[in-house]
């Protein structure tokens, strides 16, 4: 079985379920967010034999010995409707995120799009920045830093036109405690930055660092999807949107034109080779191509979304997800999975 694991709110994840139905794959979805007012997970420890029972949003009861392959997609955080003091709220949310890693732990060596581990390394845009520009590819120049004179050195050595974009968080997030998924109640979009703010900004920066980016110009921004082998590339038409012409999450993404892209073959290999490296199934890269036909990475993010691209483009990445699931369940798991690390061969320096 296929074991994946979302909130039942997920819309993607309904296009992969018909997919795999259409392949003949057995799947159930497990919403860490039912649990435990409709889900449970019980793990039993007995002569040195242990097990996992869960319950899926169907409602049926699965034994985790039963499962070849997991889809970790976008799940929410317990929910803790039924314990009102602060301090019991956290002793249980602890206590049920033991229980989420206990269930993880015993599916730990099926075949995972993409583990837990893989991703969280692959999330770190300063090593992402790093290992992309080892591979060849184009990236922006950078600083993340904490020290006024070495931000007031960068802008000045880019003329002034310099942007800021988070490492982490992309919202700034009010909870009450980490049982709390919290409220946003700001975004923080990629900012082209005016002297006035660069000036504001950089007599804070000792407080909190910040990454600081020479502003690359545009032709089309691109969104390319990695799944396994496949490769998918949309381009956004951001520039012709007033409102994307920084960042196009801030415009309307359905007002963007999108069409699909071929990226040159030394590009595919680049993004592959990104992939690949973090051993991940699954990546979202964004890129920049110049007006000169430089292509220019920007981040890889190791869980994005993906659907808009498949209504606005036609792509078909749900199809690609389910086919590789297909594909791991007539081989061997092993034969399956990616290298954690780039062979030397594949790494270009710059």
């Known amino acids: 079985m296929i074991l994946i694991i979302s909130d039942r709110t997920d819309l993607q994840v309904y296009f992969v379920m018909l997919e795999l139905e259409k392949l003949g794959l057995e799947y159930g979805l497990f919403s860490p967010a039912e649990y435990p007012a409709s889900a449970s997970i019980s793990l039993s420890f007995d002569g040195g034999v242990s097990d996992c029972l869960f319950s899926l949003e169907s409602g049926q009861l699965v034994r985790a010995s039963s499962i070849h392959a997991v889809w970790y997609r976008k799940p929410g955080l317990p929910r803790l409707n039924s314990i009102h003091t602060p301090h019991e709220r956290e002793f249980a949310f602890s206590e049920l995120r033991a229980g989420l890693r206990g269930l ?3 599916v730990k060596d099926a075949f995972w799009i993409s583990s837990l581990d893989r991703m969280t390394a692959a999330a770190n845009k300063l090593g992402q920045l790093r290992l992309a520009s080892q591979l060849g590819m184009r990236v922006p120049r950078s600083v993340f830093t904490n020290d006024p004179v070495t931000a007031r050195d960068f802008v000045a050595a880019n003329g002034n036109r310099v942007i800021y974009k988070s490492v982490g968080d992309v919202g700034l997030i009010s909870r009450e405690g980490a049982w709390d998924e919290g409220t946003v109640v700001a975004e923080l979009y990629t900012t082209l930055l005016d002297r006035a703010t660069i000036e504001e900004g950089i007599s804070r920066i000792a407080a909190c660092p910040a990454l600081l980016q020479e502003y690359v110009d545009k032709d089309i921004e691109l969104r390319v999807t990695v799944v396994g082998e496949s490769i998918f590339c949309a381009e956004l038409l951001s520039q012709n949107n007033t409102d994307a012409l920084v ?6 993404i359905f007002e963007i034109e999108h069409r699909i892209h071929e990226l040159p073959a030394p590009v595919r290999a680049q993004c592959l080779r990104l992939v690949r490296s973090y051993g991940l199934e699954f990546g979202a890269i ?9 292509y220019v990475f920007l981040e890889l993010n190791p869980n994005g979304q993906y659907g808009w691209l498949e209504a606005l483009t036609g792509l078909q990445i749900s199809k690609a997800i389910a086919e590789r699931f297909a594909c791991c369940a007539r081989s061997d798991i092993e034969s399956c999975r990616r290298p954690t690390t780039v062979p030397k061969t594949l790494i270009s320096h710059r």
Request: hydrophobic letters at 15%.
């Open 247 to 252: 960042d196009w999450r801030q415009g309307d």
């Open 286 to 294: 964004d890129m920049i191509r110049r007006p000169d036909g430089d």
């Open 104 to 106: 993880y732990d015993h």
